[in-house]
């Protein structure tokens, strides 16, 4: 249990976070509304929906959170307005239709943790014809990043400590998303929204996003930073922008370059960002338009290590 307290606590301290919840909730809800939370964790969102009027909650969760969840509501006497249904949001079914939806699977890019396909499924399964979800629309934003410390966490695996034999994870390392903290300094171009996602709406297979950033001083770049900005509920924002002093503070996302670039201040720098919502493929491109530096490809695909035995390719015994 002690690795779900530490899990849970850490989503409790983010600064801002429950407040904008809170916020987006008693604009959004109406006296009497029934709420399905998905991922509820500890239930805190559905229980602040409570607080702000609904009559009953379906508190979601596919851990042993729910239990921390169970006994809240018991302990707050709660328990008659709040079930908890320990399945996953895809299976559970409640027997009737609720008039809300809310979960924070925003993940680190915003759409890194599946909130997209977790949304449509249960808008489609789980919710009434014109009810709500929170949140509501999804930007994603990208911008370039120059870290020493990033870039040597990408070359740890080839450096003078690591073993030889271990030196083919670099590769792995440099396609693969890291989830770090970014200082506002870092991040050497602007920042670009790469546009908004509705949520609960049908979802495109797969998304393409292009971007063209503009380096703001002369740098080498290990990478982009990824981050969200979300629209919880009525006008309620939530980011965790390195760059906004409304942060909530979560880390954001670092998709590695394999080789640094070289920018000078006003470089134009044409990024690609490829995802599809069922899973956490991602796959990124970044040129120097400017300078004409080679295009780089990175991959989730190209970082993942496979079991072979599960292609049948193992090795005989
Ligand atoms: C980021 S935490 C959020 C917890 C809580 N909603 C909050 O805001 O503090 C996500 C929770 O969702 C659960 N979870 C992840 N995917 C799920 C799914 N498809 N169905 C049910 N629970 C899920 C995890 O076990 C975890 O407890």
Same mark, same amino acid.
């Given at each position: 249990?002690?690795?779900? +307290?530490?899990?849970?606590?850490?989503?409790?301290?983010?600064?801002?976070?429950?407040?904008?919840?809170?916020?987006?909730?008693?604009?959004?809800?109406?006296?009497?509304?029934?709420?399905?939370?998905?991922?509820?964790?500890?239930?805190?969102?559905?229980?602040?929906?409570?607080?702000?009027?609904?009559?009953?909650?379906?508190?979601?969760?596919?851990?042993?959170?729910?239990?921390?969840?169970?006994?809240?509501?018991?302990?707050?006497?709660?328990?008659?307005?709040?079930?908890?249904?320990?399945?996953?949001?895809?299976?559970?079914?409640?027997?009737?239709?609720?008039?809300?939806?809310?979960?924070?699977?925003?993940?680190?890019?915003?759409?890194?943790?599946?909130?997209?396909?977790?949304?449509?499924?249960?808008?489609?399964?789980?919710?009434?014809?014109?009810?709500?979800?929170?949140?509501?629309?999804?930007?994603?934003?990208?911008?370039?990043?120059?870290?020493?410390?990033?870039?040597?966490?990408?070359?740890?695996?080839?450096?003078?400590?690591?073993?030889?034999?271990?030196?083919?994870?670099?590769?792995?390392?440099?396609?693969?998303?890291?989830?770090?903290? +970014?200082?506002?300094?870092?991040?050497?171009?602007?920042?670009?929204?790469?546009?908004?996602?509705?949520?609960?709406?049908?979802?495109?297979?797969?998304?393409?996003?292009?971007?063209?950033?503009?380096?703001?001083?002369?740098?080498?770049?290990?990478?982009?930073?990824?981050?969200?900005?979300?629209?919880?509920?009525?006008?309620?924002?939530?980011?965790?922008?390195?760059?906004?002093?409304?942060?909530?503070?979560?880390?954001?996302?670092?998709?590695?370059?394999?080789?640094?670039?070289?920018?000078?201040?006003?470089?134009?720098?044409?990024?690609?960002?490829?995802?599809?919502?069922?899973?956490?493929?991602?796959?990124?491109?970044?040129?120097?338009?400017?300078?004409?530096?080679?295009?780089?490809?990175?991959?989730?695909?190209?970082?993942?290590?496979?079991?072979?035995?599960?292609?049948?390719?193992?090795?005989?015994?």
């Amino acid at each position: 249990m002690s690795d779900v +307290f530490n899990e849970h606590l850490s989503y409790f301290q983010l600064p801002h976070r429950l407040d904008l919840y809170s916020d987006a909730i008693a604009r959004s809800i109406k006296p009497g509304d029934t709420v399905a939370d998905l991922g509820c964790g500890f239930g805190v969102l559905g229980m602040l929906c409570l607080k702000h009027g609904a009559s009953h909650v379906w508190g979601i969760d596919d851990s042993e959170a729910l239990h921390v969840a169970r006994e809240t509501v018991q302990r707050s006497g709660l328990s008659e307005r709040y079930t908890c249904i320990a399945s996953s949001s895809y299976k559970a079914d409640l027997r009737q239709k609720v008039d809300v939806i809310i979960c924070d699977h925003i993940g680190h890019f915003g759409a890194d943790y599946g909130i997209i396909a977790m949304l449509h499924d249960a808008q489609k399964r789980l919710l009434k014809p014109g009810g709500l979800v929170i949140p509501r629309e999804l930007r994603m934003e990208v911008a370039a990043v120059s870290s020493k410390a990033q870039a040597a966490r990408v070359n740890l695996w080839s450096g003078t400590g690591s073993l030889p034999e271990f030196h083919w994870l670099r590769e792995k390392s440099a396609n693969t998303k890291h989830i770090v903290d +970014f200082a506002a300094d870092e991040i050497v171009s602007d920042a670009c929204d790469l546009g908004s996602i509705t949520l609960g709406a049908e979802a495109a297979q797969f998304f393409h996003f292009s971007a063209t950033l503009t380096a703001a001083k002369d740098a080498e770049m290990h990478g982009l930073a990824g981050w969200f900005d979300c629209l919880l509920g009525g006008d309620v924002w939530m980011n965790n922008s390195p760059l906004k002093e409304s942060s909530i503070g979560r880390s954001q996302a670092f998709l590695p370059l394999e080789q640094p670039i070289a920018v000078r201040a006003g470089d134009q720098l044409a990024v690609t960002i490829k995802m599809r919502p069922c899973d956490t493929m991602l796959a990124w491109t970044v040129e120097n338009v400017t300078s004409g530096a080679l295009v780089q490809k990175m991959s989730t695909w190209k970082g993942a290590i496979f079991d072979p035995d599960a292609f049948g390719q193992g090795n005989q015994k």
